[in-house]
Structure formats: structure tokens, C-alpha cells
T-cell receptor
Framework: DVKVTQSSRYLVKRTGEKVFLECVQD?????MFWYRQDPGLGLRLIYF???????EKGDIPEGYSVSREKKERFSLILESASTNQTSMYLC??????????????FGPGTRLTVL | QKEVEQDPGPLSVPEGAIVSLNCTYS??????FMWYRQYSRKGPELLMY????GNKEDGRFTAQVDKSSKYISLFIRDSQPSDSATYLC??????????FGKGTRLSVIA
């Protein structure tokens, strides 16, 4: 079974802090994704990566950056957390680079609260 | 107009009912259509996958795509309390990231 793990289930940070969210997949998938999920807004793509050291902006990249130094690990960085970044963050991975039709496997999510 | 529209519900049905979940979309280039199911406090998981128009059946679940109307449906027969979850439609042109609907929350009451 594909396993996507996220470093924390719940996280509370203060405004202005730098926040790192980590995601690891164990199935040698090429693609990795970061989404945020908010009531009434659904799942929105922040960034994705189809290869090590490669990244592409999604629909809402402002205020976020990402890092993919190893194939299995994809990090989401909030350079200076703000209250409007309070959300559920979901990481996903899929097998083939560039093929957006591949099944995406999601992690359990990190509920981030910024005070 | 949003690219993908999905009624958020909530939808509450008795056990054994037939459930119909729907999405409409505006981008005629979408060719790949998916339904993901998300249980409370979990990430979404793929439930059904359909390419282009037509029907696909898997057990109690049937996915339908009508490209002429830009309308997709998921039917659940003999619904069970274990089907209680949020159902998200998702679609793609094939070379672009998935676009998700907002999800419909379903409760099946025993």
C-alpha cells in the first residue's frame, strides 16, 4: 500500500513564525502536491513537483514556498505565517511525472492554526 | 463562474437509499473524471475514475459522464452508514493539474 505521511496532525503557530510542513511518500512516486482545504472553498492546489528540485505553482502559491531535495520528501514552507493561512494542509503523491490523471494518494492532513 | 461546481450539501439519506451526487463544469477540454471519498479527519482517496463520456460501475457505485451537458454523477446503490463521508469530484484535461469540486457531505442514517 502507498503510504503518504505528514509530520504533524495538529500544529499551532504564531503570526510571523516560519513554518515547515513535511510530507514523505514511500512508493517512489514522481509527483508530489500540496493542497489546502477550507470549508466552502474545497481543495486548492498550492504547489506541485514532478521531479527532485523541480516545482510548479498551483492556484494559490502566494505566501508559500516548497522544497524537494529528495524524491520521497516534499516540504511546504510558510515564510511568515499569517492568520489567513489557518487551514487543513494535505499532501499527495502520484506515480508518473506530468501525468495529472494518475491516482493521487493523500496523507492524513495537518491542521494548522496561526494565532 | 467556477470551473467545477458541486453542491456542498449536507445530504442526509436513510440506509438503503439510492444516492445521487453531481458536478457540473465549464471547461469542455476536461476528459478525465474522478470521484474521491474523504472520511472525517482523513485524506481523500480515489473511488472512481472515468475517461471521456459513458458509465462505469464498481459494486454499488456507478459513475456517469455526460460531456455534452458538462455534467458528471456518482450513484450509490443500497447506501450504508459506512458510506457517510465527503465526496469530491475532480477532473483534468490530461496535461494539467486536477481541478476539484468543493465536495458534498453525505450522511447515511441507519
Amino acid at each position: 500500500d502507498v503510504k503518504v505521511t505528514q509530520s504533524s496532525r495538529y500544529l499551532v503557530k504564531r503570526t510571523g513564525e516560519k513554518v515547515f510542513l513535511e510530507c514523505v511518500q514511500d512508493m517512489d512516486h514522481e509527483n508530489m502536491f500540496w493542497y489546502r482545504q477550507d470549508p466552502g472553498l474545497g481543495l486548492r492546489l498550492i504547489y506541485f513537483s514532478y521531479d527532485v528540485k523541480m516545482k510548479e505553482k498551483g492556484d494559490i502559491p502566494e505566501g508559500y514556498s516548497v522544497s524537494r531535495e529528495k524524491k520521497e520528501r516534499f516540504s511546504l514552507i510558510l515564510e511568515s505565517a499569517s492568520t489567513n493561512q489557518t487551514s487543513m494542509y494535505l499532501c499527495a503523491s502520484s506515480l508518473m511525472a506530468g501525468a495529472s490523471t494518475d491516482t493521487q494518494y493523500f496523507g492524513p492532513g495537518t491542521r494548522l492554526t496561526v494565532l | 463562474q467556477k470551473e467545477v461546481e458541486q453542491d456542498p450539501g449536507p445530504l442526509s439519506v436513510p440506509e438503503g437509499a439510492i444516492v445521487s451526487l453531481n458536478c457540473t463544469y465549464s471547461n469542455s477540454a476536461f476528459q478525465y473524471f474522478m470521484w474521491y471519498r474523504q472520511y472525517s479527519r482523513k485524506g481523500p482517496e480515489l473511488l472512481m475514475y472515468t475517461y471521456s463520456s459513458g458509465n462505469k460501475e464498481d459494486g454499488r457505485f456507478t459513475a456517469q459522464v455526460d460531456k455534452s451537458s458538462k455534467y458528471i454523477s456518482l450513484f450509490i446503490r443500497d447506501s450504508q452508514p459506512s458510506d457517510s463521508a465527503t465526496y469530491l469530484c475532480a477532473m483534468s484535461e490530461g496535461n494539467t493539474p486536477l481541478v476539484f469540486g468543493k465536495g458534498t457531505r453525505l450522511s447515511v442514517i441507519a
